[in-house]
């Protein structure tokens, strides 16, 4: 313990031997913030986010109920699209502020671009219908000379 009490982390141990029992047998995940002084003492212990795997599993969930309306896309398809919006969505806010020319832009069009983008690879346009470009069994081409040019 640090002076008035307070915990010292100046180590990756002391880190781990603070740390390590309170998050090792957690049930979902937790962002988890240590605020420390100059002195690498411990201010405070902030809990940012916590689960972020269920809003993986919520998304998959919208997507399959979304693909009743979509056609067929089988659940590895579905999960693979959600993993891919949830890192893009992560590396933007991570990576925008040092390249940001590899982002869309504006930044405040972003997050509509990626949902648009991941509503296509599961076969529905923005509104949540049925898209022509991922159809089950798309149509062959009638062949109608006479509506060439």
């Known amino acids: 313990m640090g002076r008035r009490g307070r915990a010292l982390l100046s180590s990756p141990a002391e880190v781990y031997a603070r740390y390590g029992p309170l998050m090792e047998d957690l049930d979902k995940e937790v962002f988890r913030i240590a605020l420390l002084d100059a002195q690498n003492r411990l201010l405070r212990d902030v809990v940012v986010s916590e689960g972020t795997l269920s809003a993986f599993h919520e998304l998959c969930t919208y997507a399959q109920r979304l693909e009743r309306f979509a056609g067929s896309i089988s659940e ?5 699209a959600a993993a891919m919006l949830i890192s893009a969505l992560f590396a933007d806010a991570m990576g925008r502020e040092m390249m940001p020319d590899l982002y869309p832009q504006p930044e405040s069009d972003a997050a509509a671009l990626y949902a648009r983008i991941f509503l296509r690879a599961i076969g529905c ?3 949540g219908r049925r898209s022509r470009a991922r159809t089950a069994h ?3 081409r009638a062949h109608n000379t006479s509506a060439r040019r």
Do not use: Y
């Open 76 to 80: 590895r398809e579905v999960q693979t």
């Open 138 to 140: 798309p149509r062959p």
């Open 125 to 127: 346009d923005a509104s």
